[in-house]
């Protein structure tokens, strides 16, 4: 069991909890049937579009991660993932709450957040072979030169590309923005009209960002076995 937060009002300060997990190789189709039974029939469809068993996976855990944190939040009804919707721009919440979400996958890795009194955007990237040319019409020419010149290139290109995935997130509209918005991301501001804060997390095997509307204060960070979401039972109080 994970410890429960207490109870939540309007005076509580902006609160997020976030989770990860790693798929693992041996990871199965009879795996993906026992995850899916646990979500609403309305995602199926979303999930089971891919073909390849391990895009299913990446997106399944991703909405289990959901259910985990919200009850975590104490939000148990919510959990049951009912009231999850997609914006005109692909961008997930959850009908009538009181929680922002968001999510993210790359190679054996999901990630998935909620935040309380904030809006957020999450991303997770992992250290790969790239061609870093796909990067010049959204990276800076400072940026560009500065990749170029790095120890690591691959990883100061998916540190760039990660803080900016994950303000494009928080932000909703994504890469449907012009590509001077997302070059000059620093100036892409949140509702309010204040700057996003961005925090990046330790990540062993990529990069991790976290965006906010609002000052980081509270963040809860858990790891969940993949077996245990899987298999886990909807609750729903």
Request: charged letters at 20%; proline letters at 5%.
């Amino acid at each position: 069991m994970y410890p429960q937060l207490q109870q939540l009002t309007s005076n509580t300060k902006p609160t997020i909890v976030f989770g990860q997990c790693r798929i693992p190789v041996w990871a199965e189709t009879e795996h993906f049937e026992r995850g899916i039974s646990r979500l609403p029939d309305h995602l199926h469809a979303d999930i089971r579009r891919y073909h390849r068993l391990e895009d299913r996976l990446s997106r399944l855990v991703t909405r289990l991660l959901v259910q985990k944190i919200l009850q975590i939040f104490g939000l148990w009804g919510e959990s049951s993932l009912s009231g999850w919707r997609k914006t005109a721009w692909g961008r997930p919440f959850l009908k009538d709450s009181i929680v922002d979400i968001s999510i993210s996958h790359a190679g054996l890795w999901a990630v998935g957040a909620a935040g309380f009194n904030c809006r957020i955007g999450v991303d997770v990237e992992v250290f790969r072979p790239l061609d870093l040319t796909i990067f010049t019409p959204y990276f800076t020419t400072t940026e560009m030169a500065r990749v170029q010149t790095a120890a690591q290139p691959v990883a100061e290109a998916l540190n760039c590309w990660s803080l900016r995935e994950a303000i494009l997130k928080a932000d909703g509209r994504g890469l449907s923005l012009p590509e001077a918005q997302i070059r000059d991301i620093t100036g892409l501001l949140t509702p309010a009209g204040t700057a996003w804060r961005v925090r990046p997390l330790v990540f062993a095997d990529g990069c991790l960002y976290l965006a906010c509307d609002q000052e980081i204060d509270a963040l809860d960070r858990y790891e969940f076995d993949f077996l245990e979401l899987v298999n886990s039972e909807v609750l729903t109080a």
